[in-house]
C-alpha cells in the first residue's frame, strides 16, 4: 500500500512539474504547494485506512 502511494505521489508531481502553470510561481510557492499536496495524500490514506477498519469492525 505504500509503494502504491509512494508511486501515485511521483506521479502527481511529475505531472506538476511538466505543467507550465508551475513556471509561473516561485520555489516558495511550489514547496508549500507539494507539502500540502502530500499532506492532503497522507490525510486522505489515514481516512481511508480508520474507514476500513469501522468497516471490518476493529476500530
Keep these: 500500500s505504500t ?6 505521489l511521483l506521479v502527481l ?3 506538476l512539474l511538466v505543467l507550465p502553470v ?3 510561481l ?3 510557492d511550489t514547496i508549500a504547494f507539494l507539502l500540502g499536496l ?3 495524500v497522507v ?3 489515514a ?3 480508520l474507514y ?8
Design 3 to 8: 509503494e502504491n502511494t509512494s508511486k501515485l
Design 13 to 15: 508531481v511529475s505531472l
Design 22 to 24: 508551475v513556471e509561473a
Design 26 to 28: 516561485d520555489a516558495g
Design 38 to 40: 502530500a499532506v492532503s
Design 43 to 45: 490525510g486522505f490514506c
Design 47 to 49: 481516512c481511508l485506512g
Design 52 to 59: 476500513a477498519r469501522r468497516r471490518n469492525g476493529q476500530q
